[in-house]
């Protein structure tokens, strides 16, 4: 069977079951945004990403400054996603030889960036030569006084994400070139170095998983985790002016792009309905089913659509 | 600037320098085997390390089994390095499209046989798509009562190594077909499934390496760290009859591969002279100055020769 058969997350099941096993001091393993362990008295959380040239970074779409920002930042909303802290970033380069140095200096330029704003520390990892494209791979370590997981979605919870959702796809979009020059600087920001914050007050949550997938992706990850269906109100999604604008440009359904498009890195949680007034609530969680309600009431069942590795 | 210029271990202390800042909680960072870092009452250790193909493997050389195994393997040694226990796996692969999920399969048994063997939980990781190679990457997770450093060598200890040293480097030489054929199994499976083995008492021990590089190479960072000279004693390296043997059907010398040849994994060490009967005396830790002296007695300084990436 090849890799192409079963996809992204047809390997992770996988991998799963067969990495699963009675273990002392895993609270949470493979299948969330971090994984907890315990160390004494305390909690760690740890995540991994790679990110690979080609793959996830075209470099000549992004300056080596904005790559190196992007990179601490999906980890760092992994850590947000569990509800904690990031603390300890671990960074394993594999470099191009001809790659110059300066671009290295801009790379780390950016990932100490954003590593000061959250104080985190880079405290080590691994370089290596490559022999085709650049390799990123991280391990960010962070804390947490209350573990938020994917699993802990009620019937009746309300279902929120903390900001605009597909500005990053259509970014994406326009970066390489699929539309007007000049528009959308907003978006390709976006896109490039995703402005990624934490819950401030995460007392209510009962799961929580960051947005890299796309929104119905990660939706039904919940759903899975949690053994719950859920509800979304078309017309509830947030969707950007400036989406709007960019989608009219083209003729596209902004719609497509907030369900579908990935790597926004918004919060998607679930609380109490009503509980939060600092995020959007845009569905409910149901005993089973997953559902796209639109304006007129219309229940269409969706499918977790969106970007998946292999596939 | 290009990397080839200033090397792997320029680059690195390049990278530490950028790092370095006043930090709470981090004991030791950037430019030893593992970082330690506090948590609450415990002190843990993280070590990362990449392995891409056709840079540190040959799938036409290793099996996937094999592979899986070393990859761990290597994490293991720098967390024993340090005098810790190893716990939990992140691993990250970049996998071609076109793989077999059986090529996973094997990859992981190797991966679980190794990490059964210590006790050690395969935690978390990232999975993805690569344009070319296979990219493997590691983070592990351990603990330690007592950590050892680098940097803690003192004039007038003895230098100790656990294990013969440049079987590794022989394997790849014959395994590469260099050789004859049939000879030196148990050199190469040195070279494909390093035996790496903890150092059960550390109570003595004043600094300590794995042996990742080759001997002079990782020496001279224990000499780097601990601002201290060395005297090498090239009668007393150890040096396995199987080793000899392939040198001398070769017609080269086997001290060559057993100073220069990295990916032994043999523990390097520092304790007071005559404390270990169960490592290999094979120098002294002087003042200043790096020498090898011979059976007569000859003093000659040595350099850090061995394998350096980008170089």
Known sequence: MRLSDIGEFGLIQKLRAKCRKPSTGIISGIGDDAAVIKAGNRKILVTADMM?????FDLS????????WKFLAVNISDIFAMGGKPKYFFVSLGIPKARNTKDLDELYAGMLKIAGQYSIVIAGGDTCASADGLVLSGSLIGEANRIITRAGAREGDGIFVTDTVGDSAMGLTLLKGQGARGRGQGLIKKHLMPDIKPLKNTSKVTSMIDISDGLLIDLSHICDESRVGALLYSDRIPISVELRKAAAHL???PLEFALKGGEDYALLFTAPKGARKDAYQIGEIVRKGRFMVDARGKKTRFRPEGYEHFK
């Open 61 to 68: 779409l992004s300056t080596f400054y904005q790559l190196g």
């Open 251 to 253: 003729g596209k359904d």
């Open 52 to 56: 690979l040239e080609d793959i996830h």
